[in-house]
Each structure stands twice: as structure tokens, then as C-alpha cells.
């Protein structure tokens, strides 16, 4: 019996052996294959199929082998570009890998997900991992791959958030942390993973137009050359930009050439051919070389199509657009940059911005007045949110390093503390064994102990008139702090919209001078006088605005006409109205004019009334009246056509204190505060009839 389960023990044994040598086995095999992967199609398909041999082999709790054999499985289909299998694998990967406690490998298929979302646009999945991977990375030490992860969050904030400063930070925090592992492993694939890093270095230096400087880290990647095939494109493809920015044709002809010749003549998805062939063609239009242009451009279509991705083909369709504008075929431009617009718009909101520039510039060369207008306010839109959207950014980094500032400090006081502790337990101990030395040396105990109380009396009410001397500072820090954020938030809201219009038409008025007849240049030139006085206007608020925030600020209290004051505001909003075709009509006005304070109850209402235009549907009326309510109350009224406003979301518009990072949002705030100086409230009603804005005067 014994001889028996001896035996089948044996049996067992041998036989985990065998299951881990092919374990073992298949995993080199994978490792061996992604170290020499040329990125070619047979290539791909042999690492696929190998980790698929693999990972039919696993047992259920081998999590650390499924892990490997999914992130191998996933990394082939990733470069075939068949981005739903990608997903799949490198999801499975997390998961064995979390649930196997591997926390340090749970971390490469989570970066790669980042990526993979943005592609198959789930823009809030890859937010949401890319949350994970800084959440993990700044709350652990101890990571070796530390490394891998900077590099990932800097391809999100560059092709994701378009944060080109914090994706640079990230980039060379990545650098600095591989090269001395360049500079002593003998592992291939580590110092490729070094070069990759410098180039994208590089690729944030291409996108800030600055060519030099991208040269020089690509440089620092050359000893690199000639040892993977997907290493050489990647790096042939950024140096082609760099010498086509210097408008250095030769070099770019050169480094053409060599992407040519290692891509090789089999169609392959390689998305370095579709951006060369971009830049080329954008030189050759800078020479005038207009059929050769056409033929980079081509070729770019011609492998945007075999790769079959969306944001490669809206470049393409946007180059085309270019190649259109620039034969004088405003007609077939406007047809390819519509094309391209809705990958833009998905992929990359700079391009995107650009691109409803130039829709606008050929519409107005071309005739479409109307439709100039429409994709310049769509321009306007998605301008500001991207700069707001950079605002946010910036204003949370200098929370976040406030409040590790903050903490840094608070961890040296409380250590101070302990010390002193510590200083008078031992005071203490050394008290208690003089007291037990002897009767003698009470009395000297006791003075002591007199002396020693006395002592920290004096020290605690020092204390406590530092601190009450602290909590006075941080109570006016703070004060000033929101004054400050406001002022932010004022010039965010009441300066960027008139200074983006008079910097557009002057541009306008500047590119298309000559294709506009005298009464058109008219118009416009009144446009800009009526924008610029809404600028100067808007600059003089805020000025009142900030002497409002004075402890001594006092009301300038006068009779206020509101038929001039209606009429003072209809001029300084015309602008606005006429873009979008409303008709500001003036309704019953009863009393005439009102007691209050001329400057502030003129900022209130200019900033209802843009409110109100904002928010008017194209070619309706907004109507502004006066009278008294049911109460006895005087009150200003504004009424607009469009869209019906739930009455929840009237409540938090005015009760809300907060300003979220979408939106302009200091206007009402910034009413809501005026109002209160003057002795006034706002009341929202809406229904079908239209949206009513009410500053009803309490006394």
C-alpha cells in the first residue's frame, strides 16, 4: 500500500515536471519571438500562435503563465491592429495578473489599455486606467518598472490629453529611469525600449515646431539603428518631419528613402508611411511643387487605407483639404475637410480646432457665408473647451502640489513634536528619581517641578496666541485666494469670447481683404469698433469688479434710466446678436428708472443678456422689459427663445457655489455677488414660451 501512493506520487510529480518544462517552454519561445519582431505579418502571426499553444496549456490558478501567454497574444494583435482582440487579451492579462497578486506585471497591460481605449474610442475607460496606473505609481516606491508606467501616462497626456508639458515631464522621467539599464543590459529589447523613449521625446519637440531640438534626442537614438525593423520605421518617420520643418529636402528625401526600403514593397500596416507621406507633401506645396505633392499624398491614402484606421485617414482627407485650398478648389476643399472632421473631432481636438479654421476660410473664399459662420462658431466652442480644459489641468497640478507641499510640512511638525515628547518624558523620569533619592532634595524637587509647570504655562499661552495669530493668516489666505480665483475666472469668461472674435476678424479681414467688396470691409470694420468697445467695456468691469472686492468698497447709489440702460447694453451685445440672428426687442418698461448703483446693476445685466444670446436659438427675439411685480417689487426682465430649462437644473444653477472645469461658469457667480451688493436677486423661470431671467430690486 505504501509502495503504491509512493508510486502515484511519483507519477504526479513527473508529471508537473513535464507540464512546467512546456510552461517554460512556450514562454521562451514568446520571449525569443517579441525580441526579434520585425513587425511583419508572419512575424505577428507565429507570436500569436505561439502564445496561443501556451496558454491552452495553463491550469486555471496559474495566473502568472495566463498573464504572460494573454499579454503576448495581445501585443501581436496590437501591431495587426485588430484592436478588439487586443483589448480582450490585454484585459485578461490585468485580471490574471491581479488576481495572482502580481502588481508589478499587473501594470503593462493596464498602460497598454490606455492606448487601446483611445483607438477604439472609450475615451472614459482610458481616463479611468490611466487614473489606476498614476494612482499606483505615486502610492508605491518600490515599483522596478517605474519606468514603463511615466512612459504610458506620457503617451496619454500627448495623444490623448494633448498636455504636451506634463507628457514631456513623463517622457524623461521614463528616459531617466532606462538608460543605465541601456547602458549595462545586454537584452535587445531593453535598449530598444530606451530609444522609443528618446524618440517620443523627440515627438513632443515635432509638435512644439521645434525641429533642432527634436534632432537632438533623436541623435541620442541612433546607436539603435538597424537592430528591429519596427525601431528603424519608427525612427526614419520622425526624422522625415523634423527635416521637412527645416524645410531640408535632401535629408528628407534621404531618410524617405530608407523607410521605403525597410517597410519593404509588401503591403504592411505601418501608420510612419501614412505621416511621411503627409509631410512630404506639405513640402512639396510649400515649393509649389504641386503634382509631386499630389503623389505623397496619394501614397498616404493609398496605406491609410490598407491599415484601415480612422484617425490615419481623417489626416489624409485633411491634407487633401489643404492640397484643394491651395489650387484655388475651395469647392473640393470643403469637401475633404468634411470628411476628415469627424476623426478629428474623436481623435485629436488640435487637429480638429485647425481643421474648422480652414473649413471656415474656404467657405468665405468660396461664397458660404452661412456656413463660414456656422463652422466659425463651432470653431470658437471647441476652442475654449480646449483651452478651459487646459486651464482645469493646470489649476489641479498646483492643487496637487500644494497639498503635497502641504503634508511634507505637516509630517516635519508632527515630528518635532514627538521629539519634544520624548525630550520631556526623559525631563520627567529624571524629576521622579531625584524625588526618590531622599527627603533632602524635596524641596529642590518641588521648586523644580514649580519652575517646570510655570515654564509650560507660559509656553501654552504663547501658543495659543501663535495659533490664533495662524488661524487670522489662513483665514485671510484663504479670502485672498478666492478673490484671486474668481479674477481668473472673470477674465476666463468675459475676456476670452471678445478677444477670440476681434482677433478672428481682423485675421479674417487681413486674409481676405481683397476678396471682399467695400461694403462687406465696411461691416466688418464695424464689427471690430463694436468689439472692441465691448472689450474696453468688459475691461472696465472688471476693474469695478475687483475695487467691489475692497474691504472699504462703497455704492455709487444714483436714478438709473432703463430705457438708456436697455439701450447702453442692446449696443455693447449687437455683435453677438447679429451672428446669430436675433432681434433684441424693447417690451414695456414701468417706472422708468430705479434707484441702485448704474455700474454694477450695467455689469449684471450685460452679462444676463450674453447670457441669454448664448443660449437663443438662431433668428429668434430676445425681448427685455420692466415693471413691478405682484409684491410691490421693481424688476428687469429678459426673455429669450430656446430650449426649456428643467427646474432642477435652474435650482442648483442658482444655488450651486462651485464652477466645474466644462464650463465658463463665474458669470453667475459673479451676478449672483453683484446682485447681493445692490440689494437684489435673480429669479429663472422657463417653459414653452421661452426662458425668463428676472432681477427683481428688494427695496
Known sequence: ??????????????????????????KKACEEISAALSGKPESLDLLIRTGEEGLSLTYPKEHGYKFFFNQAIGTGYYYKQNFVKTRAHFETAYNEAKQGGLIESSLRPLGNLIAIYHYMGLQTKADEAAQKLKQIAEATDTLKNKGDIYYNLGLYNQQQK?????????????????KPVADTTKVLKRKLDYGVILMMVSEIYLYLKQPNKALEYLNEARPYLNLSAIYDITAYGKLIRAYCLLNDKKEALKYYGLLQKTAGTKPSKWSELVSSNIEMAHLELKEGNDKEARTYIDKADKQARLDNNELLSSSVNNVYGDYYKHLGNYSEAVKYYKVAEHGASIYNKEQYVDLLKALTDVMIKSGDDAGAAAYFNKYVLVSDSLSQNKISLNLAEMEARFQNDFKKKRITELNRENENKKLELKQEAITRWLLIAGALLLLTALVLIYLNFRNKQRANVLLDKKNKELDSLNEQL?????????????????????????????KLQQENARFMPEEDQSRHQQQLIRSSSYLLETME???????????NFELNKDEVNIRALFRETNSIMQGQAEVKGLNIQVGEISPDSIQTDQNLLMIVFRNLLQNAINHAFVDGVIYLSAGINDQKQSFLSILNQ????????????????????????????????????????LKITSNGEGTTMQVIFLS
Request: glycine letters at 4%; aromatic letters at 10%; hydrophobic letters at 45%.
Open 642 to 681: 430656446g430650449e426649456v430649462i428643467p427646474r432642477d437644473k435652474i435650482d442648483d444653477l442658482l444655488n450651486n457655489t462651485h464652477v466645474k472645469s466644462k464650463s465658463s461658469g463665474y458669470g453667475l457667480l459673479i451676478v449672483k455677488e453683484l446682485l447681493f451688493k445692490i440689494n437684489a436677486v
Open 478 to 506: 484663504t479670502k485672498a485666494n478666492q478673490t484671486k480665483a474668481k479674477l481668473f475666472g472673470i477674465i476666463s469668461h468675459d475676456l476670452r469670447s471678445p478677444v477670440s472674435q476681434l482677433f478672428t476678424f481682423l
Open 1 to 26: 500500500m505504501i509502495f503504491c501512493s509512493f508510486f502515484l506520487c511519483a507519477i504526479c510529480v513527473a508529471q508537473d515536471n513535464d507540464h512546467l518544462s512546456l510552461l517554460k517552454e512556450k
Open 162 to 178: 494633448f498636455y504636451y508639458s506634463i507628457a514631456l515631464s513623463n517622457f524623461l522621467k521614463s528616459a531617466a529611469l532606462h
Open 541 to 551: 468691469d472688471l476693474l469695478l469688479w475687483s475695487k467691489s472686492q475692497m474691504d
